[in-house]
């Protein structure tokens, strides 16, 4: 029983792998464990459903983020991009919401770009160094959210095996179950 749940299987980020049961019998060594071993495996599979919903929410984060992150970058290298002999302003059409646009003259003689950064925070950043930024950002989103699919994943796998694992277990304490009741009327019918 100590060892139950001490598999050095893990994916790259250390979620442990679920052990699959094939015969109940190498779990449950005593009848009377069912209940502890039962509870273990109904553990496991909530803390597995918990990580799946975490790492769910993360990926829903980070698919509104990337495209965020490569609207911002198309706009900063149209600014990088404007030539130094051309007019000191620039027309732009801009979204206001979701469904409303508008246009803005923009000054591109600074060439300087203000990003959120979060936290309620702007910083006011060259464009050639808003681009490098971005672009780093862009990155490290994309491999995130390419992290966390291969995690949503893995936990799927994992929650899939767990609940095969409960029913296996709970459906080998009915089949001992129904053996006890049988064998305990087999009894009583002797004994009449």
């Known amino acids: ?43 496991r599979l909530s803390m597995y459903k918990y990580m799946q919903e975490s790492k769910a929410s993360t990926v829903k984060q980070l698919r509104v983020r990337v495209p965020d992150i490569e609207h911002t970058l198309q706009v900063c290298e149209t600014l990088q991009q404007q030539d130094d002999d051309d007019d000191d302003q620039m027309e732009v059409n801009y979204q206001l919401n979701d469904t409303l646009y508008t246009k803005a003259v923009v000054d591109t003689k600074d060439k300087k770009v203000g990003l959120w950064l979060g936290a309620d925070v702007m910083l006011e950043y060259p464009v050639e160094e808003a681009v490098d930024l971005l672009k780093e950002r862009h990155k490290t989103a994309q491999k995130s959210l390419e992290t966390a699919l291969e995690d949503v ?13 409960c029913a296996r277990l709970y459906n080998w304490d009915v089949e001992r179950r129904r053996a006890l009741r049988e064998a305990e009327e087999g009894t009583k019918k002797l004994a009449i």
């Open 1 to 43: 029983m100590d060892t139950l749940f001490n598999s050095t299987e893990k994916n790259a980020r250390g979620i442990p792998a679920a052990p699959f049961v094939g015969e109940v019998e190498e779990y449950i060594k005593d009848p009377n464990d069912f209940e502890l071993v039962f509870s273990k495996f109904q553990e």
């Open 153 to 165: 994943e893995f936990l799927r796998e994992n929650i899939t095996t767990m609940e095969v694992n």
